[in-house]
């Protein structure tokens, strides 16, 4: 690729492709970013998704011309997973990725390498390099927000599993049911009572609004109505504490991170960082729990800064992508 070249000196470009906006960032060797951009996300509409990406590409191309080179792989997280039986998107609750050959296209529309990778694991690599879980061994980063995903990172490494699935906690069934909870609400993967159901931004203001004496209608306004001694928005936020603090047990169970990190718009709900550890005794297999529960150092910028990471600093492309 004439124009390029590729060291610690290179930028890296990583892209966010999510359900209402698709962002672009520039990560330089130093963790700055040179530059930064966002469009909205063509909803439902597959091409125009591939040509907003191409077009954010080429623009930063052009802000970054004599100002630094350009490492030519491209890292994208998406709302889903490529399959390795198949090379087609799936799992993605942006639906109209699923099925469609995003890498292939993207490669061509773009001339060059990418690699993708779901977007919670982009968001835990972030949080795992130069984030909240910094020189942690074994991280393990939560989405909550619209949905609920969850990625696991291994000495720096996204652990991708056999079936490009590891990590995917939000469509477990939610554990230790108490009364009201079972079969649970239904989920758009085609069963019930998902963590997600549980456990996401529109679940959270479901099962508020089911509640009388109600008033706070959105997830940001039940939090702060809690905050403010609303007794009915106190009483949402510690069930879903409770029911968090149950759902990230069993990772604790099963993984035993040294820090889980919490990211999405719920990450946001500073009452959960005291609850949830507090909570979650109960039900992990130890005489303690040492496992950090922390908000995420990037906030809403880990995703598209962890997309960047797919690409390692020091890291020739490949005449083909690797996933």
């Known amino acids: 690729m004439t124009g390029y070249s590729f060291d610690t000196g290179a930028v890296r470009l990583g892209i966010d ?17 040179p530059v930064r951009r966002r469009l909205a996300t063509p909803a439902g509409d597959y091409r125009a998704t591939i ?31 490529i399959s390795p039986a198949t090379g087609v998107v799936k799992n993605a609750n942006s639906t109209w990725l699923n099925g469609r050959p995003l890498e292939r296209d993207l490669r061509a529309a773009l001339a060059r390498p990418v690699r993708i990778a779901n977007d919670a694991n982009c968001f835990a690599l972030s949080e795992a390099a130069d984030g909240a879980a910094g020189g942690a061994r074994v991280v393990f980063g939560v989405i909550i927000g619209t949905g609920v995903g969850g990625a696991v990172v291994v000495d720096g ?10 990590g995917e906690w939000g469509h477990n069934p939610l554990p230790w049911q108490r009364a009201g909870e079972w079969p649970g609400p239904a989920c758009w993967c085609g069963r ?3 963590i997600e159901t549980f456990l996401s931004g529109p679940a959270l203001t479901r099962d508020h609004k089911a509640r009388p004496a109600t008033r706070a209608t959105t997830a940001a306004d039940i939090a702060a109505a809690a905050e403010q001694g609303d007794p009915a928005a106190h009483a949402t936020i510690a069930r879903y504490a409770d029911r968090l603090a149950r759902a990230l047990a069993t990772v604790v169970n099963l993984l035993d991170p040294d820090t889980i990190v919490l990211g999405g718009g719920l990450s946001r709900i500073a009452a959960l960082y005291e609850a949830v550890p507090r909570l979650w005794g109960a039900y992990v297999f130890s005489d303690r729990v040492d496992t950090l529960l922390v908000p995420p150092r990037h906030g809403d910028s880990s995703g598209v800064r962890g997309a960047a990471r797919l690409w390692a600093p020091d890291e020739s492309a490949p005449g083909e992508s690797a996933r």
Do not use: F, M, Y
Not at 17 to 33: C, F, M, Y
Not at 157 to 166: D, K, P, S
């Open 17 to 33: 492709l999510g359900g209402t906006k698709v962002e672009i960032v520039a990560l330089a060797h130093d963790g700055s970013e």
């Open 51 to 81: 040509a907003t990406i191409a077009r954010l590409v080429r623009e930063a191309e052009a802000a970054l011309a004599g100002r630094a080179a350009v490492a030519p792989g491209v890292g994208i997280g998406i709302p889903g997973t």
């Open 157 to 166: 490494q996204v652990l991708r599993g056999a079936n490009a699935i590891a």
């Open 192 to 194: 019930t009572g998902c």
